[in-house]
């Protein structure tokens, strides 16, 4: 009986995930732009990732016994009631919106005016059971009409659904996501979807939504955020395979900028850097700062820049020799850099 417990055991995975350090990744060679001129001289800006795996009760003791893990429970990484399997596809959609974020932050940063266009509203959690499960809305999916109006934005969404009555039968517009094994998002044309709201739980609260009053009525079971085009002056691809999460957004933007504009942007030094970016160049926090402190001193960085609100978990483990600087926007890493001899951005082409 204990020798079946044990084999039972070991072969049960925890509702746990283990946080381990991956590796330090240039970004340069993972960019490429057309339309525009670029420096073939590239510095050395590694993006810095770790491996994140569910684990067995096996693992699970085994890792205890080595440095640099991190436990993290599953309800921590994901929605409530957003089943786990979501967690890789939610990691894809992400990265595609660090991507997205990343250019338009660069090329505004080297004075480029890029406009945006709503697109619709894109699906970032599908919680199970609810009706948009069952009728297979997916991660990465954009709703873009409801019963023949045209869906542009969350609230959007939200105004056209919130005030019907529970079990009413919606036609919805969605543009089906196909993600790729290693991550890449592609949208489909607008197929119409048919679905039958449920009573909205009580725990919704208010839609947040201007001139959408009252509580919510129907629900679809989704998590949504606004979908948008930005018009970027060039064509630009990076090829992330594999990887997931929002945490890259600041190393992109940073190694965009450079293969854009003159001179060194980091003064030759080797750089490893984490954080979120947004549009507007405001730098977020992100998880497994530890870890990817230790891949950053593995690879050899000599400065890694982390969110503000994370210097003092990435010093607690920094090897000598790697300088941790905190930031919270693009504007101040930028003049970081500057301070350490780097050079300030100009644009090879001139933005129009």
Known sequence: MVLVAVFIGGRWNLNEYAITPAQATPVAPLVKVQGVKTDPHNDKIML?????STVNVFQWIGLHFESH?????????????????ELGPQGYQEMNDAKQAAEVAAFRTLGWQVPAMPTGTAVTGVVAPSPAYSANLQVGDEIVGVDGHAVTSNCGLVALVHSRAPGTQLNLSVRKAKISPSGIITLKSPTR?????????GYLGATGCAGVTGPNRSWLG???????????????????????????????????????SRGSLTGHHVIAVTGTIAVNGSVGDVGGVAE???????????????PQVEVATAKGVGEPGLRIVGVTS???????????????????????
């Open 292 to 306: 990817k402190t230790v891949a950053a001193s593995r690879a050899g960085a000599t400065i890694f820049f982390v």
């Open 222 to 260: 989704v998590t949504i955020e606004d979908g948008i085009n930005y018009m970027l002056p060039a064509t630009v691809s990076i090829d992330t395979a594999n990887i997931g999460g929002p945490s890259a957004g600041l190393a992109m933007t940073l190694a965009l900028i450079d293969k854009l």
């Open 48 to 52: 810095v990732d770790v491996y994140l």
């Open 69 to 85: 893990v991190q436990f993290v429970p599953a309800d921590e990484l994901i929605e409530p009631g957003v089943p786990s399997d």
């Open 330 to 352: 693009l504007k101040q890493v930028l003049s970081d850099l500057r301070r350490l001899g780097g050079a300030a951005p100009i644009p090879f082409t001139k933005p129009d």
């Open 193 to 201: 979807v048919q679905l039958t709201t449920a009573k909205a739980p």
